[in-house]
C-alpha cells in the first residue's frame, strides 16, 4: 500500500515495481482509492501530541488565552487534511474555527508569482512541481473535527474566501507555504488580532519556501508595523504577537 500523494513519484514507484515484477493488482495507491484515502487520512495524524512542538506549543498558549480570559476567535489559513486544525479545535473548544483552504493545493497564480521571485530554494525543491496538497478533501478534514459545530469552512481561494468576515482573533495559523498568500494573510489578520494574541507563521525556517520570510518583511514595510515575532522552538514556526 502506497500513500505517496505525488503524481510523478507514484509513476516512479509504479515503474520500480514493475521492474521487480510485483503484480501491479496488488498494489494500491491511497491517493487514487478515494474510499481509503477518505478512511485513512481522517483517522492518522501524522503530529503526536505528546511529542510535537508545536502542539505542545498550541495547548499551552490556549490555556494561557483561556487564563488570561482573552477575547476572539480563531482560524487556520491553510488546512489540508486539518491535521494541525484538529488540535487548534480540540484546544480552543469554545472558540469559533474558521477554516481557509482551496481543498485543490496551490493557486496556480501563486505558484506563478512564487517562480517569478526567481529563488532558487524554491525552483528546485518539491514544491515547484504544482501537486502539492492535491490530496486534501473537505470530507476528510469534517470527519477529523472533535467539535464540528465550531468550525465554519471556507472553501476557495484565500483572500477572496475571507469576503465579509468581520470578526476578531486570538490565534491564527497560516500555513499556506507561498508568499502571496502569506502577505495577504498578514494584510487580513493582523488588523483583528487581539491584544496579545497570536499568528503563528509556519514554515518561516523552511529554506525552500524563501517566499514565508520574504511576506514578512514585505508586510512590516508596506504597513510600516515592526512586527513582535519570536521562534517556538519547533525548527519552523514563526510567533507574531500582537
Ligand atoms: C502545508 S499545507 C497546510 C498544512 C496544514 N496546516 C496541516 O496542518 O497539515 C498548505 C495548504 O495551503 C493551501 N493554500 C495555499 N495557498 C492558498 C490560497 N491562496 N488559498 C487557499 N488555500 C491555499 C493549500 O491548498 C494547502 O492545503
Known amino acids: 500500500m502506497v500513500s505517496n500523494e505525488y503524481p510523478k513519484d507514484r509513476q516512479e514507484i509504479k515503474e520500480q515495481l ?3 515484477s510485483v503484480d ?6 491511497l491517493v487514487e482509492e478515494s474510499q481509503l484515502k477518505n478512511t485513512v487520512f481522517s ?18 498558549f490556549a490555556q494561557y488565552a483561556k487564563s488570561a480570559a482573552m477575547l476572539g476567535n480563531v482560524a487556520e489559513c491553510g488546512v489540508n487534511c486539518g491535521e494541525f486544525a484538529y488540535y487548534i479545535n480540540k484546544y480552543f473548544a469554545d472558540k ?13 497564480k501563486d505558484l506563478e508569482a512564487e517562480r517569478s521571485l526567481g529563488e532558487r530554494a524554491f525552483l528546485e525543491s518539491r514544491f515547484n512541481t504544482g ?14 473535527m472533535p467539535h464540528l459545530q465550531k468550525c465554519e469552512f471556507h472553501v476557495g481561494y484565500f483572500p477572496a474566501s475571507a469576503e465579509g468576515i468581520d470578526d476578531n482573533f486570538c490565534f491564527v495559523n497560516l500555513d499556506t507555504d507561498l508568499y502571496q498568500p502569506i502577505l495577504a494573510g498578514l494584510e487580513f489578520f493582523f488588523p483583528k488580532m487581539v491584544s496579545g494574541g497570536v499568528i503563528l507563521v509556519h514554515d518561516y525556517f523552511n529554506s525552500s519556501l524563501p517566499g514565508v520570510q520574504k511576506a514578512i518583511v514585505d508586510f512590516e514595510n508596506k504597513s510600516g508595523t515592526r512586527l513582535h515575532k519570536f521562534p517556538i522552538a519547533d525548527y519552523c514556526s514563526l510567533a507574531i504577537v500582537k
Do not use: H, M, P
Not at 96 to 108: E, P, Q
Not at 134 to 141: C, G, H, N, P, R
Open 131 to 144: 501537486d502539492s496538497f492535491k490530496v486534501a478533501s473537505l470530507d476528510i478534514v469534517k470527519k477529523r
Open 18 to 20: 514493475d521492474t521487480l
Open 24 to 29: 501491479q493488482n496488488k498494489v494500491i495507491f
Open 96 to 108: 469559533k474555527l474558521y477554516l481557509f483552504d482551496t481543498f485543490d493545493g496551490f493557486a496556480s
Open 43 to 60: 483517522t492518522i495524524n501524522c503530529y503526536d501530541e505528546k511529542t510535537d512542538r508545536r502542539v505542545i506549543w498550541l495547548a499551552s
